[in-house]
């Protein structure tokens, strides 16, 4: 949170480049002024200036304004001066703290969804993760969200290993299920914009993962919170969800990404232990999940 006192006439055109942010396109002066809550005139003011200072330019024919040239230039510089590693592991220190629940940053890795980060929680959760450990894919709500975000030719071969039984398996995090119920779970997850598990593969543990894109719309990592049944409620209106999702956002905004429309947690694929598989469910308590 930014704090101290600002100079206002830059916090106020900084109103109409977030209009121009929002709207995504072209715009007239009239429509800009509205977005942004100014008189016409007072945009256009604001608007020779930043014509001036070539962050927004304006077409003759038209009359339109878009984000120019030297804004293209400040989010380049950015994008280059970003770590999206750094700024993931900070915010997930930072929600494990505040939510009392376990978190987990994992990438796509040689061998699958592989953890990059270990965030435990103040809470006892009795699972055993830790950096370099690789989910399943499809037993897994970390695998299932990679599955669902990535191009499948660049999962399928994974996949069809991990459906065969080799490649190490059995030395994964989570247990495979079918082809059948991956695709299944997949297309809500798409719809949905997140993935959850429940009681899978550890009885009593519950997980919700969310993807982080980068500017260029691809998953770069996921983000999955991990905790007790009775503390991380997976359900469409639970706010431990909602958390997850707000936060995933923000890494992605980070990250370049821009949303047409919030994603909000309605009805998700909710792998419970009356749904698993039998092997999931004779899962250890001490198995790890995701």
């Known amino acids: 949170m930014v704090s101290g006192r600002g100079v206002q006439s830059v916090e106020v055109g900084g109103r109409l480049l977030e209009a121009l942010v929002r709207i995504g ?8 002024a509205q977005a942004a809550a100014l008189t016409p005139a007072q945009a256009h003011a604001y608007l020779l200036s930043f014509r001036k200072l070539g962050l ?6 038209s009359g339109r304004y878009a984000l120019g040239p030297f804004a293209l230039e400040v989010g380049l510089a950015r994008m280059r001066s970003s770590d999206p590693l750094r700024m993931a592991s900070k915010a997930a220190a930072e929600f494990a703290a505040e939510m009392g629940l376990m978190v987990t940053l994992a990438v796509w890795g040689t061998h699958g969804p592989t953890i990059i980060q270990v965030q435990e929680s103040n809470q006892a959760i009795h699972v055993n993760l830790r950096a370099g450990s690789v989910y399943t894919i499809t037993g897994t709500a970390t695998g299932q969200l990679f599955a669902a975000f990535l191009p499948m030719a660049q999962v399928r071969p994974l996949l069809e290993e991990e459906l065969r039984g080799i490649g190490g ?8 299920t079918s082809a059948a119920r991956l695709e299944h779970d997949i297309a809500a997850i798409r719809s949905l914009g997140y993935s959850t598990t429940e009681g899978v593969p550890v009885p009593g543990i519950n997980a919700v993962s969310a ?3 980068d500017h260029m719309e691809q998953m770069q990592l996921a983000v999955t919170a991990i905790g007790n049944a009775g503390m991380l409620d997976c359900g469409p209106d639970s706010p431990q969800t909602a958390a997850v999702l707000a936060l995933a956002r923000r890494l992605s905004a980070g990250l370049g990404y821009r949303s047409a429309a919030p994603v909000a947690p309605v009805s998700a694929p909710r792998r419970g232990r009356p749904r698993a598989p039998a092997d999931a469910a004779a899962a250890p308590r001490r198995s790890p999940t995701g």
């Open 56 to 61: 927004v330019e304006q077409d003759e024919a």
């Open 25 to 32: 396109q072209p715009a007239m002066l009239r429509d800009l």
């Open 211 to 213: 993807p982080v894109f």
């Open 169 to 176: 398996t059995n030395r994964k995090v989570g247990r495979a």
